[in-house]
């Protein structure tokens, strides 16, 4: 008898006994931000299952995801190519992580994942994107003998204390300082990178091919000049694709729409997952693992206790298996631009609507200060209490009235960023384009609950303060 009264572990009973407490449950023993967050915006719904890009809640009612778990869900919630990979390698029963052999799966996965990198030539599998960095800034400073790493102001790159020292957002590294010293420079600005590896200290040069925060992408041109930098500097190229990776913006990697460009080190993660098993992967070349596992005494200097479990491995193998067979990568290049050009045909009508940008599906939709008398006083209102609370505007409404999940791209920044599983088609951008067209309309009316929600919401941020 277990100490809540049931024989053994019955995980649906469970769900059914407790799975109402689940908002009690995160305030008393998690984040109890969380919760009162999501009650304060009213994004505290009650999904009851998912499959594709939907939800369901319990009246039978769906909610199209715009969101992805932030990316992870590249495929839809349980694709059934993945779920059999995982039934299969539960059922096989394998020797899994006995940590003194060399399973297949690890192998053939890197083999497989090399495929879309052909000028690297290993892979290292942790279990997270943060861990993908990690690696790589370990990677770059042991190959180098160089201790500093470059990075975009802006950026995002992980929250553990070696990717928070690449982080470009001043809101994460608050209070967690000491952080390594590394540097950054603005995205684009090839002179203010050239000053920094001049000083001849610089490992890598770490950038995300499109900013996840602001979705902000590298003018043309200037990842591959700052290739030839960091190559006349014996500095390496980092990509971090953890977000942008696996097909996202209608190449399997982002870099790869610019011609020429081949990182040192690519991190991977996410969509790889299948949404299933946490993954990650460093895909590098042969000198820079050879230089850091020089010799049978560093075999383990840099490993992970559930890194190429053969659970993760499995979804990943299915995941690419899928990504070729279902041709997901043309889907998000083709939907992703269709998604676009619908939403970019808007600017022109709606004055706070100032562009939309991004490549395949990921997409960032920004505001801006109105020319208009009436919405002018509106957007400074919200603007002096807390930049970005009219993009939180916009994201409610979606979510309240027309049931599709989408969220802002970062703290203090008026842009949406839309990043839905890879698997959809035209019925949800038309769904999702027709939605955001009555918020826009409703937000332009110079009324409604709409702007309502915004004082609410100013009331909350003052009251924070």
Not at 18 to 24: A, C, L, S, V
Not at 51 to 78: I, K, N, P, Q, S
Not at 399 to 427: A, F, M, N, W, Y
């Amino acid at each position: 008898m277990t100490a809540d009264g049931t024989e053994g572990f019955d995980l649906a009973a469970l769900l059914r006994r407790r799975g109402g407490e689940r908002y009690e449950l995160h305030a008393r023993h998690l984040n109890h931000q969380l919760p009162r967050m999501l009650h304060t915006i009213g994004f505290d719904k009650v999904y009851e299952r998912a499959e594709g890009a939907y939800f369901w809640d319990a009246d039978g009612r769906d909610y199209l995801d715009m969101l992805a778990g932030f990316g992870v869900m590249g495929l839809g919630r349980h694709h059934p190519v993945v779920r059999k990979a995982l039934h299969d390698v539960l059922d096989a029963q394998l020797p899994d992580l006995t940590r003194f052999d060399c399973p297949p799966l690890p192998g053939l996965l890197a083999e497989r994942l090399l495929t879309h990198a052909p000028h690297l030539d290993r892979v290292f599998f942790g279990n997270s994107g943060t861990e993908a960095v990690e690696t790589a800034l370990k990677f770059a400073r042991y190959a180098t003998g160089k201790p500093r790493v470059l990075y975009c102001a802006h950026a995002f790159h992980g929250l553990t204390t070696g990717s928070l020292s690449v982080n470009g957002e001043e809101g994460f590294r608050r209070g967690f300082a000491p952080l390594l010293p590394d540097t950054a420079v603005p995205l684009g600005d090839l002179e203010a990178l050239e000053r920094e590896l001049e000083r001849g200290d610089v490992a890598g040069f770490v950038i995300e091919p499109i900013q996840g925060k602001g979705v902000h992408m590298a003018p043309p041109g200037y990842l591959r000049a700052a290739q030839d930098l960091l190559r006349r500097h014996k500095a390496l190229l980092i990509a971090d694709e953890v977000q942008t990776g696996v097909g996202r913006t209608g190449e399997f990697f982002a870099y790869q729409h610019e011609p020429g460009v081949e990182p040192d080190l690519v991190c991977v993660a996410k969509a790889l997952s299948g949404g299933y098993v946490p993954v990650g992967a460093t895909l590098g070349r042969d000198w820079i693992f050879k230089k850091v596992y020089s010799s049978m005494d560093r075999v383990l200097v840099h490993s992970a206790s559930f890194g190429s479990n053969a659970q993760a491995m499995a979804a990943g193998l299915a995941v690419l298996a899928v990504m070729e067979d279902e041709r997901i990568v043309a889907n998000a290049r083709d939907t992703g631009e269709l998604l676009r050009s619908r939403l970019a045909a808007l600017v022109g009508k709606y004055e706070l609507l100032h562009e939309v940008r991004g490549r395949g599906l990921m997409i960032g939709i920004e505001f801006g200060r109105p020319s208009s008398l009436g919405l002018r006083s509106r957007w400074a209102m919200l603007q002096a209490a807390r930049k970005g609370l009219f993009a939180q505007m916009v994201v409610v409404p979606l979510l309240q009235k027309h049931r599709i999940l989408t969220q802002v791209s970062g703290d203090h920044v008026e842009v949406i960023k839309l990043i839905p599983p890879l698997i959809i088609k035209e019925r949800e951008v038309d769904r999702f384009v027709d939605a955001f067209t009555a918020v826009m309309d409703d937000a332009h009316s110079g009324g409604g609950l709409l702007w309502e929600f915004g004082r609410t919401l100013v009331k909350q941020t003052v009251t924070n303060r």
